[in-house]
């Protein structure tokens, strides 16, 4: 430690102490390598904090206008990477502060009036987590452009949609990659949802008990863009929970974006053949050559479990904490930046591969027929032409799926009428005729069914709703 800062560390809080830190303990417990990350968030929550001092009276406008302006020096000193953050200062408010009142002199100390850490952390992070969720939102609403785009011209593509993995029916393509856009509409609710929740100001509840100075809450609050300040200052310095219920819907969506991932590695394979990664999102390897790895969606699916546990992690620091602050708490940041890095990332690598991915359509057709994809429908024509109950019809059906697997028939549509009519005489022509993949398709023309023209309906509401992203 320079000597220069040891005093520096000591002058902020170190007044009753003989000594200063041992080494040991200001390595555990320095947090700027984390929190500098929020150090717009500090700027502007000091800015408003001053700002209101000065309005209530409880600092001159000579020493806002002083803090304003060291402020504004600083800001520019981190935009150009020339502030010196130090670790004997342990976090970005200490180091900040420190800088204020090294180049303001007295005014910079009087910042910290009707204010403590406590408060002060807990609105930087909540500021940070705000903006976080807002800039997610955003993201999200373009991936879902990206996949309604690639929907609208694979609404007529027929591919084989499964259960257990298994061939179950046929499906338009167009319909599966809306499947992601709904579920991203729920991704984006529970972070709106989050972010509302966290709509909370918490500057001004001070260390715990709120401060004796005549402060106006709602100021800063409505200067920072909050809905209003928080009711009880032991709660606000206290309660993390807006990060957890953040941390729990960015877990949700990149789990629904590992889905998907999961999706890319499977189809891009030899064996399904049903699509083909760009240059730009495949992967080499150094010894096959004939490799194209989809490394990018394979990383999704294990920053899905990364982001998941940095939820687990912080559900468990606060698991049986005691109101208010303990320092535990200085833990949930490394956590909730990291798992909003690690979610930015995996939505602008969806939305890279998405985009230029390749569909073989014909593959998607081919496997669409196999596995006898279409036995539902000729179970449903039993039960729509001749009343006969649904679970008879199925019995029929097996009867016939079983006569052409051991016969060797690919696709039920090319089952001679004569085999069929050994099995139940009142099936005809006309029951043949639906057997097709394409037939079966159109059939399936319930709300939220795969019919091209549901599938095309929903394309357009989907494109009206994100017109504006
Ligand atoms: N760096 C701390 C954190 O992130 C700031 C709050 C410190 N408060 C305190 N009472 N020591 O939690």
Redesign the pocket.
């Known amino acids: 430690m320079s000597k220069e800062n040891e005093k520096k560390g000591q002058k902020m809080w170190g007044g009753r102490f003989a000594t200063l830190p041992s080494d040991a303990l200001q390595a555990i417990n320095a947090?700027i390598g984390i929190?500098q990350k929020m150090w717009r968030e500090d700027i502007d929550g000091s800015l408003a904090h001053s700002n209101m001092l000065a309005k209530t009276g409880v600092i001159s406008n000579e020493d806002r206008d002083a803090i304003h302006s060291g402020l504004k020096k600083i800001t520019h000193k981190i935009e150009n990477n020339e502030f010196d953050f130090s670790v004997e200062l342990?976090?970005i408010?200490l180091n900040i502060e420190a800088r204020l009142t090294e180049d303001i002199g007295e005014a910079g100390k009087r910042l910290h009036t009707g204010r403590?850490?406590?408060d002060?952390?807990a609105n930087d992070f909540k500021l940070w987590t705000r903006r976080a969720l807002t800039s997610t939102i955003e993201q999200l609403r373009m991936l879902q452009k990206t996949l309604v785009n690639r929907a609208e011209t694979e609404v007529q593509t027929i591919m084989p949609g499964f259960t257990h993995l298994q061939t179950a029916q046929p499906v338009s393509l167009g319909h599966h990659l809306l499947a992601y856009v709904e579920m991203l509409a729920r991704d984006i609710k529970r972070l709106e949802n989050a972010h509302e929740n966290a709509g909370e100001c918490v500057l001004g509840s001070s260390a715990l008990a709120g401060t004796p100075y005549p402060i106006d809450r709602e100021m800063t609050a409505k200067e920072l863009g909050f809905n209003g300040p928080n009711a009880n200052s032991m709660d606000g310095v206290g309660s993390r929970d807006f990060a957890l219920e953040a941390l729990a819907a960015i877990s949700i969506a990149c789990v629904n974006l590992s889905r998907l991932a999961d999706e890319i590695v499977l189809w891009t394979s030899a064996q399904f053949g049903f699509a083909r990664l760009s240059d730009d999102w495949s992967t080499g390897s150094s010894i096959m050559p004939q490799k194209r790895n989809p490394d990018a969606a394979e990383l999704i699916r294990a920053k899905a479990a990364r982001i998941g546990s940095n939820y687990q992690a912080l559900l468990m620091i606060l698991k049986a904490l005691p109101l208010t602050?303990s320092?535990d708490?200085?833990e949930d940041?490394s956590l909730t930046f990291g798992a909003f890095e690690d979610f930015w990332l995996c939505i602008t690598s969806t939305i890279g591969m998405m985009e230029k991915i390749t569909f073989k359509r014909d593959n998607m057709r081919k496997a669409a027929a196999l596995g006898y994809s279409t036995a539902t429908d000729l179970a449903d024509w039993l039960v729509r032409t001749h009343q006969i109950p649904f679970r008879e019809a199925h019995h029929i059906v097996g009867a016939v799926v079983k006569y052409a697997e051991d016969n060797n028939i690919g696709e039920l549509c090319d089952m001679p009428l004569q085999a069929m009519q050994q099995i139940d005489k009142r099936i005809n022509q006309d029951a043949i005729n639906l057997l097709s993949v394409e037939a079966s398709v159109n059939s399936r023309v319930s709300y939220g069914g795969t019919t091209p023209k549901n599938v095309l309906a929903q394309v357009q509401k989907w494109k009206e709703k994100l017109a504006n992203v």
């Open positions: 947090s929190d342990e976090d408010h403590s850490r406590n002060q952390v602050y320092k708490l200085q940041k």
